[in-house]
């Protein structure tokens, strides 16, 4: 019979200690049946899964930064073991029935406790898992390698012919992914609520509209006016200084180099091992000094994130962020609220300015700010600004909407881009390639469930930052003086530590006092570029 009884650190510190290499020995059958064994088995075993996952996750990172071409394809083939064998010992029956026995201890614990969250967020992730059959996952990672080799190849060529049977097909996967999740209200929920979870169709659909009945008239309000005058930025960086720079500011944030690197890549991103390695890499441009120093700023943002997650969750699913929307929220307030406000430049600039003196030594301050700033209808969703950045996820999210519920077809893709393009943000793109071949994600396997976590990032990144300068008045005044501390804590203290133990919802609602709301957000974006622009 099951037991109440309140498992103390020591106690599992004990029962790791019995079985330190994380394997499942006979022992752990002897000892069966208490309530500690069983949870100490769930734990070896997710602890056996995410070293898998993490060893796969390394072997990524190196595949984009220092491997050779020559490791390529045994590379994919090493990734795709891992990613089984992972697969495979997490869906084990072994697993299902150890969380059906832990029910009654997880009932008996508190809600946020490391038992209960922990017991409750490998349920969630296991009953996913096995809703979706093996072959098919198989059939899906086959079609998404092809068609991320066929997207290389037809960007540049401009040729959307040749990849609209394989979007046909991906769009026919992607339904059929849906389909493994019976009981959802629209075909893109399941999709959504895998990297989104708690979040649907009809909720985002209505917030995305709202949101875009504001913005569009603030991007015609301002693009009215005169451009700033961004060729301050465009002059030659030299790419040693620019690294020194970004690191410099990154430190001062709070990333720890001690856990914690650097490295260049094509396209940036952060990936971690464990919350004692967590990982960001960047790109520079010698001609461009907002595409590095950004992006790191950006990747930092993400990595804040998951170095402050509690060390006790070591090697359990409990050990990330919470949702892509709490994820990007954090990479856009430290590269955006943060790293494009008056007050970080303020202190910042006059040493930017002692790096590069000839650059700009004769560029005031205000340009520097408006450069730095500058909003503009452009073509393509990753260059673009704070403001109009949302409308190029709007477009993707609400398509792909349309093609999961069969009211778009994959070939009318082109003509609906031009279209939309046009009547938000009143450019339109000459050919595909600035099109609907921009991005790689319908290229990765998967239509939806993707783009909306980046604006319910900025959404959240607003709101979060409201709510910390509520609670500490003076966040602003020390940015403006180089420090973060206070944010950082807050931020740790809020969203950082509890990783996953709370789903997006729940923290948004614990942190702010609110539920997700877009009104910080619309302050923010008007209060700002209104002194801007002068609205
Ligand atoms: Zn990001």
């Not at 899964?49 to 994919?76: F, H, I």
């Not at 009932?107 to 009953?127: G, K, N, T």
């Not at 979040?199 to 693009?223: G, K, Y």
């Not at 260059?383 to 709007?394: G, I, K, Q, S």
């Amino acid at each position: 019979m099951h037991r109440k009884r309140y498992l103390s650190k020591r106690s599992l510190y004990k029962h790791q200690s019995l079985c330190v290499c994380g394997t499942l020995s006979p022992r752990h059958k002897e000892i069966g049946g208490s309530v500690e064994a069983q949870f100490e088995e769930l734990q070896a075993r997710l602890r056996e899964v995410n070293d898998l996952e993490s060893a796969s996750a390394l072997l990524g990172w190196d595949q984009t930064t220092y491997m050779p071409p020559g490791g390529a394809e045994a590379r994919g083939r090493q990734m795709a073991t891992l990613a089984r064998i992972a697969h495979e010992k997490f869906t084990d029956d072994a697993v299902g029935k150890l969380l059906d026995e832990l029910k009654p201890f997880e009932a008996s614990q508190p809600y946020d406790s490391f038992a209960a969250s922990l017991i409750r967020v490998a349920r969630h992730d296991y009953d996913r898992a096995i809703k979706v059959p093996a072959p098919f996952l198989t059939e899906l990672y086959t079609h998404a390698a092809a068609s991320y080799d066929a997207w290389t190849r037809a960007r540049p060529a401009n040729d959307f012919a040749t990849v609209e049977p394989i979007l046909e097909k991906t769009l026919d996967l992607s339904r059929r992914y849906a389909e493994f999740f019976p009981g959802y209200t629209h075909i893109a929920d399941p999709l959504i609520d895998a990297s989104d979870y708690g979040m649907q169709a009809a909720s985002v659909r209505t917030l995305f509209r709202n949101l875009r009945d504001q913005l569009v008239p603030l991007v015609q309000a301002i693009t009215a006016q005169p451009p700033a005058d961004d060729s301050c930025l465009q002059l030659h960086y030299p790419e040693d200084q620019q690294r020194a720079f970004g690191e410099m500011v990154i430190k001062r944030y709070g990333y720890d180099f001690e856990r914690g690197r650097q490295d260049k890549t094509h396209h940036p991103f952060m990936t971690k091992f464990s919350i004692g390695d967590v990982r960001i890499t960047t790109r520079f441009n010698e001609h461009d000094l907002g595409d590095g120093l950004f992006s790191t700023l950006h990747e930092a943002g993400h990595a804040l994130y998951e170095q402050g997650v509690n060390p006790a969750f070591e090697g359990t699913p409990l050990a990330s962020g919470t949702s892509s929307g709490v994820h990007e929220s954090q990479s856009r307030m430290w590269e955006n609220i943060v790293g494009r406000s008056r007050g970080f430049w303020q202190h910042f600039y006059p040493q930017l300015q002692a790096v590069f003196p000839q650059q700009l030594g004769n560029v005031d301050l205000d340009t520097f700010y408006r450069a730095v700033n500058k909003v503009q209808r452009s073509l393509i969703r990753v260059d673009a600004d704070e403001v109009t950045y949302n409308l190029h996820v709007m477009l993707r999210f609400d398509f792909e909407l349309a093609m999961l519920e069969g009211s778009m077809r994959v070939r009318d893709l082109p003509d609906a881009w031009h279209e939309r393009m046009e009547s938000d943000l009143g450019v339109a793109p000459p050919d595909n390639r600035d099109g609907v071949l921009q991005d790689v994600h319908w290229y990765s396997g998967q239509i939806g469930g993707v783009f909306q976590g980046y604006t319910l990032g900025n959404i959240l990144s607003a709101q979060f930052y409201e709510a910390a300068t509520r609670a500490n008045p003076g966040i602003p005044n020390e940015i403006a003086r180089g420090e973060f501390g206070t944010l950082h804590g807050w931020l740790k203290e809020n969203i950082y530590q509890y990783g996953r133990t709370f789903t997006a919802p729940e923290l948004v609602e614990r942190a702010t006092g609110s539920p997700l709301s877009f009104e910080p957000y619309i302050r923010y974006l008007r209060n700002k570029f209104s002194e801007l622009y002068g609205l």
